[in-house]
């Protein structure tokens, strides 16, 4: 089959690969799209320690059973599935505890085995999740990240009537928006550099938008929460962006770091002002067994997939995709990959 294949960093090959076949306990599906997501271009770049070439990207999947191995509850085929991607390696005591995002040693689709830019791959059974025949492969791409974003919920535990500044108004952030609006919160402030983002940001419930190219943001947010924001949830990955917003917590308040800063970036945090303010910093990552919430708020018509999902492109433009998710923001939210045949 032919298939996207980065082969060093910062270079993807088009080429033939063997058919893969399922192994005991996995199914063998058809990729009917993959989501293009940030960790994608940080491996292209080299950057993640866990994944190594020659490999097929792709962890944000949508697909349908073609054939299932002996001796598993099977699925029917042609049955749309979605992909937990995070395979555990189920002796740890974070996997035995359920915590398999934690896991030392994972075995991860699209880092260290076949994933989803790729007409075809292979998934364990217990790792894949039925969804409705109707459902969109656009809003299916999206059930493993919204996964992750309900790990940060629950661990954020936010309060009815809260107030909630969110940094960064990229898939992930606009994600957090949705979740975020269907809680009971007094106010829902969202940043971004990309004045696009912002829009769509409004369009999907933020209640205030906020251009953080402006050196003053922090001014304009402070004057919508003098007292501060009971919650703040960082989906830009920028440890400067974090650094400005700290100071913008509320006494009590609470932190979420969600977005992927770079493994040697640092923040400047006062131990002090965190035991007087009684300050929770907290981070998140990977979905722990929240792919079927994720499955049945999609399902639901509670994500709106056609505003957080701006471009299809053909596996052989994977390339031109991960280029435009860096350098065209103001273009795109979500890039899928469909047309793997």
């Given amino acids: 089959m032919k298939a996207a294949v980065w082969t060093k960093p910062n270079h993807i090959e088009i080429r033939e690969i063997p058919d893969p076949k399922p192994k005991s ?16 271009c940080h491996i292209f770049a080299g950057d993640v320690p866990l994944a190594k070439p020659p490999q097929v990207l792709g962890h944000e999947i949508i697909g349908e059973v073609v054939e299932n191995s002996p001796g598993i509850p099977p699925l029917k085929t ?25 896991c030392p040693s994972p075995t991860i689709i699209g880092y260290a085995r076949i ?3 790729a007409p075809y791959t292979t998934v364990p059974r217990s790792h894949l999740y039925p969804v ?7 809003a299916g791409i999206l059930v493993e990240t919204l996964a992750c974003v309900i790990n940060g919920y629950d661990r954020l535990e936010m309060k009815a009537g809260s107030a909630v500044l969110i940094l960064g108004a990229g898939c992930v952030g606009l ?3 949705e979740l975020v609006k269907r809680s009971v919160i007094t106010r829902l402030v969202q940043t971004d550099i990309v004045p696009e983002r912002l829009e769509a940001a409004k369009k999907i419930g933020a209640d205030f938008i906020i251009n953080s190219q402006n050196p003053d943001w922090g001014k304009e947010a402070k004057e919508l929460e ?6 703040i949830i960082d989906a830009t990955g920028s440890s400067k962006a974090m ?13 979420m770091i969600f977005g992927v800063a770079p493994e040697g970036e640092k923040l400047v945090i006062s131990p002090y002002e965190m035991f007087a303010k009684e300050l929770m910093i907290i981070g998140s990552k990977m979905p722990p067994n929240t792919m079927d919430r994720a499955v049945k708020i999609i399902e639901a018509g509670l994500i709106d997939y056609k505003t957080l999902v701006t471009t299809t492109m053909a596996l052989e433009q994977l390339p ?11 273009k795109h939210i979500k890039i899928v990959i469909e047309r793997l045949q």
């Fill in 243 to 255: 650094q400005e917003a700290l100071p913008l917590l509320k006494k009590g308040g609470k932190f």
């Fill in 25 to 40: 306990g996995e199914v063998l599906i058809r990729v009917l799209g993959c989501g293009v997501c940030g960790t994608d």
């Fill in 115 to 117: 994933g989803g830019f």
């Fill in 320 to 330: 031109e995709a991960i280029r435009a998710f860096n350098k065209e923001k103001d």
């Fill in 78 to 102: 042609g049955q749309k599935v979605c992909v937990d991607p995070v395979i555990g390696c189920g002796a740890c005591p974070f996997c035995q505890s359920g915590k398999t995002n934690l």
């Fill in 175 to 177: 994600l957090w928006t």
């Fill in 132 to 138: 409705s025949q109707e459902m969109d492969n656009r």
């Fill in 226 to 231: 003098p007292s501060g924001f009971d919650c």
